[in-house]
């Protein structure tokens, strides 16, 4: 079955600081992929999105591209703020209409510090 | 009112209490989804509604019960829960489409101490 794969963590890095959290998955057929953020004491929020391969996501400073040929969508950002500071989950969409299923790493903790 | 809505935010209740989780989304989606986020444990999903027909339970416990009365609200009774059943508990919601893949929004969680 579908499956996603995040790095271990957490992640401690200073402020301004570049991140990368790798994410890589396993899929049958074309699956879109996504990355969520989960601030403390919230729910999980849409950070950005790719639906095909190459396509670039991109918000708030971060970015993820879809790799077809690795199965993977980092996510990267030059330079990390406090705010940052979250729970990071990778996941993915696969299937249309009612077969469509919604698969989720485990997430990873970052904490920024000033 | 946006997006979706849960309530309450905090729940506290006894292991022979009944009591009842509330979502509620304005985005016009037909689809909505229960999930548990325990600490240092993966995001499990235990129910799937697609246009208010239950197709997943992912083996969850009777001790919840989901209700889905249309497509805008969802509920999820809870009846003799044990205190490893305290969690945080996340709705969500989609708008299934047949041509492409769609991402899922939140609620911000209520979050469930049984004591």
């Known amino acids: 079955g579908d499956s996603v794969t995040q790095m ?14 790798n994410c890589t998955y396993t899929a049958t057929g074309y699956p879109s992929l996504f990355w969520y953020v989960q601030y403390p004491g919230e729910g999980l929020q849409l950070l950005l999105k790719a639906t095909k ?12 591209t879809y ?14 703020q406090v705010s940052d500071s979250a729970v990071y989950f990778c996941a993915l969409s696969e299937g249309t209409g009612a077969n469509s299923k919604l698969t989720f790493g485990k997430g990873i903790t970052l904490s920024v510090r000033p | 009112e946006t997006g979706v809505t849960q309530t309450p935010r905090h729940l506290v209740m006894g292991m022979t209490n009944k009591k009842s989780l509330k979502c509620e989304q304005h985005l016009g989606h037909n689809a909505m ?5 325990s600490a240092k444990k993966p995001l499990e999903l235990m129910f799937v509604y697609n246009f208010k027909e239950q197709t997943e339970n992912n083996s969850v416990p009777s001790r919840f019960s989901p209700e889905c009365p249309n497509s805008s609200h969802l509920f999820l009774h809870l009846h003799t829960l044990q205190p490893e059943d305290s969690a945080l508990y996340l709705c969500a919601s989609s708008h299934l489409d047949r041509k492409v893949n ?9 979050r469930l101490t049984v004591v």
């Open chain 1, 8 to 21: 271990e963590g957490p992640v401690t890095l200073s402020e301004e600081a570049f991140l990368t959290i």
């Open chain 1, 53 to 64: 391969a190459d396509d670039k996501g991109s918000n708030k400073g971060f970015e993820a």
């Open chain 1, 67 to 80: 790799r077809k040929e690795t199965t993977s969508f980092h996510l990267e950002k030059g330079s990390v």
């Open chain 2, 33 to 37: 989804y229960w999930y548990k986020q």
């Open chain 2, 102 to 110: 769609t991402e899922a929004f939140f609620g911000q969680g209520t």
